[in-house]
Structure formats: structure tokens, C-alpha cells
């Protein structure tokens, strides 16, 4: 349970700085901003492990740096972010 609050703890703190560093401005709700810095980190510990599979959390940087990188790809995309 503790491991759940603090994933979505940190994914809210990690997805509201990934909006704040993006150039533009990122139209979401907290409930997708708390899945953009999940999604960030889950990324950024999939970069960082080379796809082995001993999966890992990411630090704080690079969660940011994988949610921007979301944020990038969905307006690529053309996903309503």
C-alpha cells in the first residue's frame, strides 16, 4: 500500500515539473499529471536498464526528462496533451 502512495506521490510531483519545464503550455488534469510522471519514470528506468530485465525506478531527473519525453511524442501524435 505504501509503495502505491508513493507512486503517486512522486508521479504528481515528477509529471508537474515535466509541465513546468516543457516549452508551451500543457493542458492536463492532476489525474493525468500523476500518470505522466508514472509513465515518465517508467520510461526513463527503461532507458536507463537497457531493456534487461531487472527493471528498476529512475532517479527524479531522469523520470522528468522521460515525462517530457511523453509529453513530446504525444503532441506528435496528436494525443489531446
Excluded at 493525468?32 to 532507458?47: C, E, F, K, R
Excluded at 537497457?50 to 515525462?67: K, V
Amino acid at each position: 500500500m505504501i509503495n502505491i502512495i508513493s507512486a503517486i506521490i512522486s508521479g504528481l510531483i515528477i509529471g508537474a515539473l515535466a509541465r513546468f519545464f516543457y516549452p508551451g503550455a500543457v493542458e492536463m488534469g492532476w489525474i493525468a499529471t500523476v500518470l505522466l510522471g508514472i509513465g515518465g519514470s517508467l520510461v526513463a528506468g527503461l532507458v536507463t536498464t537497457r531493456g534487461q530485465a531487472d527493471f528498476q525506478r529512475a532517479g527524479c531527473l531522469a523520470s522528468i526528462i522521460g515525462a517530457i519525453a511523453l509529453i513530446f511524442i504525444g503532441r506528435l501524435l496528436g494525443i489531446g496533451m
